[in-house]
């Protein structure tokens, strides 16, 4: 899968909006923003999934540590089912996916954790056997310290499956790192 990486530059407001279209996405960064108490990132117990039931099916937590990298604590029935699984509690990247994918996707999350930012992901969200989803992807650093590392991810994806050839250009997958000092 192509990728384009686009410049981080300081988002003003607008400038996040439009980065993500989906009014669910900037509803889930609003709460993210909300949990943050003046800190550069909110804590994963600061992160209530039912005080988001609008998100529930769409939303994941991961646990990141050096030692196993990115661990699933929780993911949405949406999320689940993308990967064929009914349950993905407990899973690194390599329990369902094959270890080139597993490497692709945790070097694109890998900047969340190492330059503490926000990461949105639009095009091409996850790609199945037989379908494509194409979408927005949102991920969101927690750490469990007020100026700590980070230490989980929340985050959601809104996508629409597409059977069959994928538009050309959709192709590409675009991907904006947003520095947390940055994100008003």
């Known amino acids: 899968m192509a990728e384009s990486k686009t410049a981080s530059r300081p988002p003003s407001e607008a400038g996040i909006s439009q980065l993500l ?3 669910d996405l900037l509803r889930l960064l609003g709460y993210w923003r909300s949990k943050r108490s003046g800190r550069a990132m909110p804590s994963r117990r600061d992160v209530d999934p039912t005080e988001i039931p609008w998100a529930l099916s769409r939303i994941f937590l991961v646990d990141y540590s050096a030692q196993d990298g990115f661990r699933y604590r929780l993911a949405g029935s949406e999320i689940a089912s993308a990967f064929g699984r009914a349950n993905m509690k407990g899973l690194l990247f390599s329990g369902f996916l094959p270890p080139e994918r597993a490497r692709f996707v945790e070097e694109r999350w890998m900047p969340l954790v190492r330059d503490r930012c926000i990461v949105v992901m639009t095009g091409m969200i996850y790609l199945a056997a037989e379908r494509t989803s194409i979408g927005e992807r949102l ?23 597409v ?15 947003l520095p947390v000092a940055d994100i008003p």
Request: aromatic letters at 4%.
């Open 163 to 177: 059977i069959g050839a994928v538009p050309r250009e959709v192709r590409l997958s675009q991907i904006e790192y």
């Open 21 to 23: 279209r989906n009014p």
């Open 139 to 161: 991920l969101l650093p927690l750490a469990e310290t007020p100026d700590g590392p980070v230490t989980g991810v929340l985050g959601m994806a809104e996508c629409e499956w």
